[in-house]
């Protein structure tokens, strides 16, 4: 089951064509060939088989890093038909400029090689659908799910929003709306500057998140799970790793300025 749906915001035509140009000229230069997977299909009506290139979780992340896409999870819904498990997953993807893009994924336990997977996972892929769907319409690039069952690995499903421990989550109890649209926000921020520091700064998550608890009064070898943080303590959260990416940007300027 992989249907997903986009609602785009009214945006001026020059700029969203802007966006387009951009991505086209882009593509070539911030992605690598192992950001993209051949994938065959075949015509129904005619029975050719074609061959076409499809970008990989990794080239979404640098399609998001490049333009300042940030992201946030709308709503996360669990709905259960017989033995068949069903997450559906809204999610908007906007630019400072004030583009922005909704769609919504979809994963199922009936799907190819998911009937034993873990609710967590089913959760994190509709999540990954949605995200890099709308990150697609928002930019114009080509999207097909169907890479996500029959070509990816597990390794390339992104759960990095999911915390440790939250394989025993009940996700029965999930409800029609899994997170307000404000803590939504900032977890969507969280992960990103955590994510931006983890590959700039060369700090690996762990020592990431120690430094998090330690700044909030957690001790370094207690479980946490950010989703399950109230709202002022993200905020802290979200301050504190600003603070870090301001310090990064700083030294990096200072070394560029001395460079010569």
């Given at each position: 089951m992989r249907e997903t749906g986009v609602k785009k915001e009214p945006i001026g035509f020059q700029e969203r064509l802007?966006?387009?140009?951009?991505?086209?000229?882009?593509?070539?230069?911030?992605?690598s060939p192992e950001d993209f997977v051949e994938v065959s299909s075949k015509d129904r009506k005619t029975g050719e088989i074609r061959k076409r290139k499809m970008i990989?979780?990794?080239?979404?992340?640098?399609?998001?890093?490049?333009?300042?896409?940030?992201?946030?999870?709308?709503?996360?819904?669990?709905?259960?038909?017989g033995n068949k498990i069903i997450y559906l997953c809204k999610s908007r993807v906007y630019t400072q400029s004030g583009?922005?893009?909704?769609?919504?994924?979809?994963?199922s336990s009936d799907e190819p090689g998911k009937s034993n997977m873990p609710e967590y996972i089913l959760s994190s892929i509709a999540q990954t659908r949605a995200i890099n769907k709308a990150i697609a319409d928002l930019v114009g690039a080509d999207f097909d799910e169907d890479i996500d069952v029959e070509k990816l690995s597990d390794e390339d499903v992104d759960i990095s929003h999911i915390e440790r421990g939250q394989e025993n989550y009940n996700y029965s109890e999930v409800s029609e709306k899994a997170l307000p649209s404000e803590k939504s926000k900032i977890i969507s921020f969280i992960f990103d500057m955590v994510r931006k520091l983890e590959s700039e700064k060369k700090i690996n998550k762990g020592e990431?998140?120690?430094?998090?608890?330690?700044?909030?009064?957690?001790?370094?070898?207690?479980?946490?799970?950010?989703?399950?943080?109230?709202?002022?303590?993200?905020?802290?959260?979200?301050?504190?790793?600003?603070?870090?990416?301001?310090?990064?940007?700083?030294?990096?300027?200072?070394?560029?300025?001395?460079?010569?």
């Open positions: 802007r966006m387009f140009d951009e991505f086209r000229m882009a593509k070539n230069k911030i992605l990989l979780k990794s080239g979404w992340r640098k399609i998001k890093l490049f333009f300042g896409i940030s992201s946030e999870i709308l709503e996360i819904r669990r709905e259960k038909d583009m922005s893009a909704e769609a919504v994924g979809v994963c990431i998140f120690n430094k998090i608890k330690e700044h909030i009064g957690f001790p370094k070898n207690q479980q946490i799970r950010i989703t399950d943080l109230d709202i002022e303590t993200l905020k802290k959260i979200d301050s504190f790793l600003r603070a870090e990416i301001e310090n990064l940007e700083q030294k990096t300027n200072y070394e560029e300025e001395n460079f010569f």
